[in-house]
């Protein structure tokens, strides 16, 4: 692989995982919470994808980025309730 395209895989890999981590921040989960409950792999998921071991599919990325979508994380007014 040439550096630009290794660059653009791990930039979007990079993206990709700190949507993850944002999103179980907002939700009160650990990121390995939102794979599982995304379908997209099991509770070692996360730590290969974060060690590098492995690597989500296109597809499974977007598995996780549609459970996100379809799951946004609940709205706090000043008071910390829940609208």
């Known amino acids: 692989m040439t550096d630009v395209v290794l660059w653009n895989y791990f930039g979007c890999m990079e993206q990709f995982m700190a949507e993850?981590?944002?999103?179980?921040?907002?939700?009160?989960?650990?990121?390995?919470?939102v794979i599982q409950r995304a379908k997209a792999g099991g509770g070692g998921t996360w730590r290969k994808w974060e060690e590098g071991e492995s690597s989500p599919t296109?597809?499974?990325?977007?598995?996780?980025?549609?459970?996100m979508a379809e799951n946004p994380p609940a709205v706090m007014n000043d008071d910390r309730s829940v609208a």
């Open 58 to 67: 296109l597809i499974t990325a977007d598995r996780v980025r549609r459970y």
């Open 20 to 33: 993850v981590r944002e999103y179980a921040a907002r939700v009160g989960v650990k990121p390995t919470t």
